[in-house]
């Protein structure tokens, strides 16, 4: 029964090894800090989570992001060399860096409630709107913007006098 059981554990033995060479054939080291290799794969997935844009990524946010993982890495590794991974300066300065890494991941559960509660009941009332368009060039001269906000001044003091606002928007829209 032994002599059964040990052909399957060394092919088991025998898979896990070529699944793991197989797995670096297809996902190259891109990166060595310090003795510790970092894959495409495992680039790309965090580099993924902090840039959550739905369209493609262009080359240069690559290179951006990428600059900026190798220097957190290199920074990481000779601080732990020299010890300084206990010097408040190099903490302030890691902080920020899992700050900045971790930004896409923190959401306020309790703002995005509230958001989404609003939205939800300004969907349960149904606004009816209207307006009197007063027409002013983007480009136009100071007389001219005098000139329609005193026409706009005029329709408002009708309007609170009790005329249509119908017939008003007519009359200078």
Excluded: W
């Excluded at 197989?22 to 190259?28: E, G, I, K, L, V």
């Excluded at 923190?106 to 939800?120: F, G, H, T």
């Amino acid at each position: 029964m032994s002599m059964k059981k040990f052909p399957v554990s060394l092919f088991a033995v025998q898979l896990f090894f070529a699944t793991a060479l197989f797995a670096q054939a297809t996902d190259p080291v891109i990166l060595t800090v310090g003795g510790e290799s970092v894959s495409r794969s495992e680039f790309m997935r965090v580099f993924k989570k902090n840039n959550t844009k739905e369209t493609g990524y262009d080359k240069q946010a690559v290179d951006d992001y990428l600059e900026l993982y190798v220097n957190y890495k290199m920074k990481v590794h000779e601080a732990l060399e020299l010890g300084m991974d206990t010097v408040q300066s190099f903490k302030d300065e890691l902080a920020g860096y899992r700050k900045q890494l971790a930004q896409p991941y923190l959401v306020d559960k309790q703002v995005s409630e509230s958001l989404v509660r609003e939205a939800y009941d300004r969907m349960k009332t149904d606004i009816r709107a209207s307006h009197i368009l007063i027409k002013c060039d983007a480009n136009a001269l100071p007389k001219d913007t005098v000139e329609a906000l005193n026409k706009a001044i005029k329709v408002r003091a009708e309007l609170l006098k009790g005329a249509d606002f119908a017939a008003t928007a007519r009359k200078y829209s």
